[in-house]
């Protein structure tokens, strides 16, 4: 029997089903718990108490959100979404959404001009929060998907109206006259023939 996964929706549901209730001739007996003929697979699932929670990622947000860094939390929940452990990845967002997004108020000062600014009503928790959300898009992006495979809504703004790379800016920003003449002097230093030394 194929793997299935739970993004894979009511096909998840289908294949629990499948390996849990025994005996079912056709569609119509699995979809049936307790005389009842359910339509969808989801629905007989819980229906027969097979309920899927992510009550043991809350357990692990909840231990590790004091003492991991956000961007590392944020890592963790883009691979749970990739490898589709997480049940309701909204939800678990919404839930643990301060953690989440700890360092964004100190990273949106830190990039400074880069960023695109947000509304002037926004809040000081929204721009934190939908921030927050850009940072975990690229974080899935990284993992090769975008938010309808995360199940999520992403962020409202575009924070940057381009990628730089701040170091690159920092190397590439000198003046051209100074560094040839640098360059022209330590040339001549060393192809400088060898009786002169």
């Not at 997004?101 to 934190?128: H, I, K």
């Not at 920092?170 to 100074?178: A, G, Y």
Request: hydrophobic content about 40%.
């Amino acid at each position: 029997m194929p793997v299935v996964i739970p993004r894979q929706g009511e096909h998840f549901y289908l294949r629990t089903l499948l390996t849990v209730k025994q005996g079912a001739r056709s569609y119509r007996d699995l979809y049936t718990v307790n005389g009842i003929n359910y339509e969808l697979p989801s629905a007989a699932c819980r229906a027969m108490g097979l309920t899927f929670d992510d009550s043991e990622w809350v357990s692990l947000f909840n231990e590790v959100k004091d003492t991991s860094s956000a961007s590392s939390l944020r890592r963790t929940f883009a691979v749970a979404i990739h490898h589709s452990i997480v049940h309701d990845p909204q939800a678990l967002w919404d839930r643990f959404k301060i953690a989440l997004t700890d360092d964004c108020v100190w990273r949106m000062s830190r990039l400074g001009e880069g960023l695109n600014s947000p509304p002037s009503d926004w809040s000081n928790d929204r721009r934190r929060f939908d921030f927050g959300l850009w940072l975990l898009e690229e974080n899935l992006k990284d993992l090769g998907m975008d938010w309808a495979a995360a199940r999520m809504s992403g962020p409202t703004h575009l924070w940057l109206t381009q990628q730089r790379n701040f170091l690159m800016d920092d190397d590439l920003n000198f003046v051209q006259e100074l560094e040839a003449r640098t360059h022209e002097s330590s040339m001549g230093v060393f192809f400088r023939p060898a009786r002169e030394l």
